[in-house]
Structures are given as C-alpha cells and as structure tokens.
C-alpha cells in the first residue's frame, strides 16, 4: 500500500518538473534573443540542471517583450491606431 502513497505523491510531482521542463525548452527555442548568455549556454543550463535550470531560465534568463502602448497591440500593423 505505501508503494501506491508513493506513485500518487511522486507522478503529479514528476509531471509538473517534466511541463516546466518543457516549457522553458520551447520557449527558449521560439524566442530571438536571452538575457545572460546565448541560447546554447541556457539549453545546457536547462538541459543539465532540468528543474532548477528551467526554474531559473523562466524567471531570470527570458527576453520580457516591451510592452505595447495602449491601444496598439502592433506598433506595425496600420489596423491598430487606436481609432
């Protein structure tokens, strides 16, 4: 019995480490440019380090896109002047 108290503790615990494991992979590959290094050093770091890399990519290491002026969600894009 405390084999299956161990599967339902460890699975959901594994699960959560493996999507944000994921995530950071995949947002490191859809994103131009990092901060703190190029994209191979933060591969490395997230591929070594799983949890703790990802962890620190996601908080740390992403290029925050400048925010949009209000009322134009595309500064390029001629539809959204804002009236």
């Known amino acids: 019995m405390s084999t299956l108290v161990?599967?339902?503790v460890v699975l959901?615990?594994?699960?959560?480490?493996?999507?944000?494991?994921i995530w950071a992979l995949v947002d490191?590959?859809?994103?131009d440019r990092v901060r703190g290094g190029s994209?191979?050093?933060w591969a490395v770091v997230i591929?070594?380090?799983?949890?703790?890399?990802?962890?620190?990519?996601?908080?740390w290491g992403?290029?925050?896109?400048?925010?949009?002026?209000?009322g134009r969600e595309n500064p390029g894009?001629?539809?959204g002047r804002g009236w």
Do not use: C
């Open 39 to 41: 994209k191979l050093v």
């Open 77 to 79: 894009d001629p539809r």
């Open 47 to 59: 591929v070594f380090f799983q949890l703790v890399g990802s962890i620190l990519y996601l908080a």
């Open 6 to 8: 161990s599967i339902a």
């Open 12 to 21: 959901p615990i594994a699960a959560i480490e493996l999507g944000i494991w």
């Open 62 to 70: 992403r290029n925050p896109e400048p925010a949009a002026e209000p």
């Open 28 to 31: 490191l590959a859809r994103t």
